[in-house]
């Protein structure tokens, strides 16, 4: 099986919109800038609702954890200091963009603990704010397809 795709056809408006896309995927900065935008307001909009990209509420603070620490009764999920949220930070290239951050926890937050951690570790829930709700990824679609076929 091979990777290349083969096209043919007579319609020269066809042939001129695919050789201007092929024009156009040597260099992509300026759509990856876009996407690179589009998942970093994503991830911050998962912050402010409190919910995964893909729509589900994060689960609550566990009681033992409110009992610990009273000051987060009625606070923002993984926004006590607001680190991670902050952290979250985009980048792009020619060819590729990317989302996330620098903190240690973030993963953990984002896949949740395993079974081999330490039990607080463990304990804690994947609360997803990485990736995209249907919007975005209309959103995206509409970047680059906006992109490949503008003259």
């Known amino acids: 099986m091979s990777n290349q795709i083969h096209v043919e056809h ?14 156009k995927t040597d260099d992509l900065t300026e759509a990856m800038q ?30 033992n954890y409110l ?3 009273p000051k987060r ?5 993984l926004q006590a200091s607001g680190g991670l949220a902050a952290s979250i930070e985009s980048d792009y290239g020619s060819d590729w963009a990317s989302v996330g951050s620098n903190k240690v926890y973030a993963a953990i937050h984002q896949f949740g603990g395993t079974p081999n951690m330490p039990v607080g ?8 704010y990485l ?14 397809g906006e992109f490949l076929l503008d003259d």
């Open 34 to 63: 876009e996407v690179a935008a589009t998942l970093e307001d994503a991830a911050e909009q998962a912050f402010k609702d409190e919910r995964a990209p893909t729509g589900e509420p994060w689960e609550a603070l566990s009681d």
């Open 131 to 144: 990736g995209l709700d249907s919007q975005s990824e209309n959103d995206l679609l509409d970047i680059l």
């Open 121 to 128: 570790p463990r304990n804690i829930p994947a609360r997803p």
């Open 73 to 77: 009764v009625g606070g923002q999920i």
């Open 10 to 23: 007579n319609s020269t408006a066809v042939i001129d919109i695919l050789q201007r896309i092929t024009d």
């Open 67 to 69: 009992k610990q620490n």
